[in-house]
């Protein structure tokens, strides 16, 4: 059984994507402990409301970003600045990014590993079973996380050297954490499906 | 399973080993030696009509039904 040369396509885009992957956690752990140490590099890299996305385009904000607390709060401006964060709400973001990430790469590397697999007719049946289990585990982690996240208030902290702010997430997304449950449903069928056909195999190498 | 493969008994009667009958039925000494020890799942008509013949028997001869 050949693997189809269709396949090849998507397993070097899903391996240019791990690798894309890991340089963005790299980056963004560099740049979460660096933000730190020298936080004037980084006075204009602002988060989004959840504090997922790095927002580089400093002309959406003020172009001089506040010194005080009570600069931020008299200029009326709404951005998260990444060099304010604490300590606390960074390790939350890093936390959260690194589950998230993890977990996506293992998914990607099943994935891959699994079409890499589908070139003797035998292995193609063993190993669908294993791997959509360890998928069911991957998304099912995905499905907590967003769930968790999309239900728990987001709070940022942000420290200026005349006190500190808090800005909350009032946002409830519950419904994109539910594509993951959807996905999860999806493995589960497909799951219990080749299950299934494993089964009829061995029934059919077992007729003379 | 209830159904038992008696084709080492007729096999024995016939004095023909499991190779010999391989050869004259075209069917891999693996496969028979799955049929033998009762290991297969299931059966083709045609399989059991070339052993039928090879070993001049009928059907009942080589698959017994045994309750429990």
Known sequence: MKTHSILKVPVIIIKIVMVITIITGTLITFSLIHSGYSPAIYNKVLLNDRGFEMDFNYSKSNPIPPESLSEYTETGDNAIYLNKLTF?????????????????????????????????????????TKTFKRLEIYVGILFLISFIVSIANFNITMKFPDGVIHKFNSDIELVSSFRYLIFLFVLMILSRVFKEGERMKNEIDLTI | ?????????????????????????NITPANLSILKTNKAKAIRFSTLDLICEALDCQPSDIL???EG
């Open chain 2, 64 to 66: 017994e039904y045994k």
């Open chain 2, 1 to 25: 399973m209830a159904i038992i493969v008696n084709l080492d008994v007729m096999m024995a009667k016939r004095k023909i080993s499991l190779s010999q009958l391989s050869e004259r039925i």
């Open chain 1, 88 to 128: 606390s709400t960074k390790l939350r973001i890093w936390l959260q990014m690194a589950f998230v990430l993890t977990t996506y790469m293992l998914i990607m590397w099943e994935l891959v590993s699994f079409s890499s697999s589908i070139k003797t007719y035998s292995s193609f049946f063993v190993n669908c």
